[in-house]
């Protein structure tokens, strides 16, 4: 039988809104370790994190002095058709309560909430007012709303989600406005996550340790963060020149813009708008690029407005029509370095391949 892919296990987890997904604490040091001096004296908010499961409650509260923190506040979301085993409630560390000099388990404060832990219940709310920085791997399903939600109350974050979301329009719009970034520790690859007992393994990359814990990869898992780390400062190192190879670089046919498929290649010499893959963003320095437009549906003013026959997988006529290729980017066909055409124009007979997603940049540096 055909193994499932960790995407396909995402798409699963999004479908059945399964979100019990928990964070290795490997993951959570590696990227929280780039912002020390942001966490000093600061009070810290863990909002979809049951304490006896989150292992970002355990980093903050084993390193509490360590990072020096002000306040370590955890909710417990329970979902009425959750089976989780406690009522809802509030696990706080508060710098020495009891003054005995030591931060320590006397210190923990445990309050039964009124609501139900939803990040969203007023009780949750107010905690939130209170909050410096909220460091959690919220819901998957919900990840829009989370976002929204830390913006109107104007916080600080590092939260960890799926690369995807950098295509919502509401998220990418933050990332052109250089108001939310990449964080520093995850570029590629998947990343392993807990899950409760009763998820089925299915997939290939599944495993079950000598505990007896079940742990799922993820592909495409990021960090996204408000607070700046030194790297994101780095400049892409370019040797490609558009210059004399115009032919590598083909423009689109709905879009003033040359299209790159690996970002490595990008020119470093071209002074216009440029198509590039949405993993650029891993790389991106927003004092080396400026980000132009989401080539995608629904996001940027195309220029033209084709009607286009939609071609099969072996290039065939399928008798089903589209303007603008649906929104996406395309570009003529180039039978040397493309498998078969996706859409022929009605009136020219020309045939177009067409580009999924691709994050419009400028180089601000020519
Ligand atoms: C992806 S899991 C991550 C859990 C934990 N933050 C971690 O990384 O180990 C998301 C968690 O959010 C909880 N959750 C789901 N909906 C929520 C909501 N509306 N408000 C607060 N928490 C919620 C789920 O029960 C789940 O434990």
Sequence with gaps: MKKKSSNANLKTANRAKSDEFYTQLSDIEKELKNYKDHLKNKVIFCNCDDPEESNFWNYFALNFEFLGLKKLISTHYK????????????????????KDGKINKLDTIKTPLKQDGDFRSPEC?????????????????????????LFEY????????????????ETFKLIKE???????????????????????????????????????RVKGVRWFTNLDYKE?????????EY?????????????????????????VDYKGAIG????????????????????????IDFASNKKMEILDKSGAPTGKYTFNAKGTLYRL???LTDKTPAFKDTETGELYSSIYARVIIRNRKI
């Design 154 to 169: 104007k916080k600080k974050f590092i939260i960890i989600g799926n690369l995807n979301a950098i295509t919502y329009k």
């Design 333 to 335: 066909y180039n039978p």
């Design 276 to 299: 590039v893959p949405i993993t650029f963003l891993d790389k991106y320095s927003p004092d080396q690029f400026e980000l132009v437009a989401l080539g995608i549906i629904g996001s």
């Design 79 to 98: 979902d009425a058709n959750l089976l989780t085993k406690e009522s809802p409630y509030k696990l706080e560390i508060v710098k020495d309560t009891n």
């Design 232 to 240: 994101r400062h780095d400049d892409l190192i370019l040797y490609k």
């Design 125 to 149: 709310v107010e905690i939130l007012k209170e909050a410096d920085i909220v460091v959690t791997n919220p819901p998957f399903s919900l990840f829009r709303e989370y976002l929204a939600q």
């Design 178 to 216: 250089n108001k939310i970034w990449l964080g520093q520790s995850i570029h590629s690859g998947d990343r392993e996550f807990r899950v409760p007992e009763s998820y089925p393994l299915n997939s290939a990359g599944n495993r079950i340790d000598e505990n007896g814990n079940k742990f799922i």
């Design 243 to 267: 210059h004399g190879h115009e032919n590598e670089y083909p423009k689109y046919k709905n879009y003033d813009a040359i299209n790159v498929d690996v970002t490595k290649d990008i020119p």
